[in-house]
């Protein structure tokens, strides 16, 4: 018998909705009903984008917690905890989110903690929308009228109400005329950019064109690119910022190009703990998702692949952060101001 809880059906309609969008055929529908089902929900990328992995992850544990019932209590969630906690590394908002309904683990065991966990759970999933809307308001602001946006990865909008973080300020721009269009890099290997991103804004009637990864150099030596923006995983103290695989390229060529590359995501990504990016660890995925295109082997089989999902973008690359406390890292504040100010009218 299914637990009636509102987080059954957020999951389920969360993964539903993937479902629905009938992307290549990742996932088959997965029926979450525990902590068990959130982690593999997680470590499938049913579920993806750091914001959307935190709020899985604490209404995993939430249901965890529902399905123990009178039983509920901090030692029995404990293998909870740890399933969930060792689904992805690099996303801190996983440990974030853990780490604040751990924070409301005492008080009454049993039906009263589930009770609390599953609020909490709720907490961070509203907070993450309200902050996104936010910081999409704040990065859109940043860009001159009619800009053209390079876009990396997909930022989880689904997860957030439609907002997302760079697709946040996509929105939000559009919204108040400061986008021209968008050009979505397909995101190798396992296209988030092409699955997602472009399905989203086409969703949206917002001018997206669809980009192989390998094209971004041109089209910032064409002047076809006025920002690059990108989501985040893991925001370190320094700034350094890891996202998903291919973000340091684009910052190197952005850099090269005098181009503001900005990144942004909510405060719930922040890692204060980490000092700089040296310690963030860098997910490695199954050999098979760069082999194989839609389940089509594309290279020999068996043929040795290292397959990072994410790297790490120095400080220094970045243009500015934005997030729904406001532009918190500027070391080029002047990039941004100048880039616009040289942009032909
Ligand atoms: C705001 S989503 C952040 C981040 O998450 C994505 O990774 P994945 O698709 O592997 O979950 C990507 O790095 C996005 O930029």
């Known amino acids: 018998m299914p637990i009636e809880s509102p987080a059954i059906h957020w999951l389920d309609d969360h993964l539903l909705l993937l479902d629905q969008r009938r992307l290549p055929a990742h996932t088959e529908w997965l029926d979450v009903r525990d902590a068990a089902g959130a982690a593999e929900a997680i ?8 914001p959307a992995i935190g709020i899985t992850a604490a209404y995993g544990l939430a249901l965890e917690a529902l399905r123990l019932g009178p039983g509920a209590s901090a030692a029995r969630l404990k293998p909870a905890l740890e399933v969930l906690a060792a689904s992805r590394p690099t996303a801190v908002n996983l440990f974030w989110a853990l780490e604040r309904l751990r924070g409301r683990f005492d008080g009454e065991p049993g039906e009263a903690l589930g009770k609390r966990l599953v609020r909490e759970a709720e907490n961070i999933h509203r907070e993450d929308q309200a ?24 930022t989880g909008a689904l997860a957030t109400g439609g907002h997302g973080t760079a697709l946040g300020i996509v929105r939000s721009a559009w919204r108040n005329g400061h986008l021209k269009t968008v050009y979505a890099g397909e995101t190798r290997p396992w296209l988030q950019g092409a699955r997602l991103t472009a399905w989203e804004l086409m969703q949206e009637n917002i001018p997206v064109t669809l980009v192989a990864d390998s094209a971004a150099g041109l089209l910032m030596a064409r002047g076809r690119i006025d920002a690059v923006v990108v989501g985040a995983d893991r925001i370190a103290a320094n700034g350094d910022t890891a996202n998903k695989i291919g973000t340091y390229n684009l910052a190197v060529l952005a850099r090269h190009h005098r181009l503001p590359f900005i990144v942004a995501a909510p405060d719930s990504t922040l890692d204060p703990a ?3 990016g040296a310690g963030i660890v860098i997910e490695e995925r199954d050999g098979d998702e760069v082999r194989r295109v839609g389940g089509t082997l594309m290279a020999p089989d068996g043929c040795p692949v290292y397959n990072p999902a994410f790297d790490v973008t120095p400080a220094e690359l970045i243009t500015a952060i934005v997030t729904e406390s406001g532009v918190i890292h500027d070391p080029d504040r002047d990039a941004l101001a100048d880039h616009f100010a040289r942009r032909p009218s």
């Open 131 to 154: 902050a996104n809307q936010r910081l999409g308001e704040l990065g859109a602001a940043l860009l001159p009228p009619h800009a053209s946006l390079y876009t990396h990865c997909n």
């Open 274 to 276: 980490m000092e700089n």
């Open 43 to 50: 470590r499938q990328m049913a579920v993806r984008g750091a």
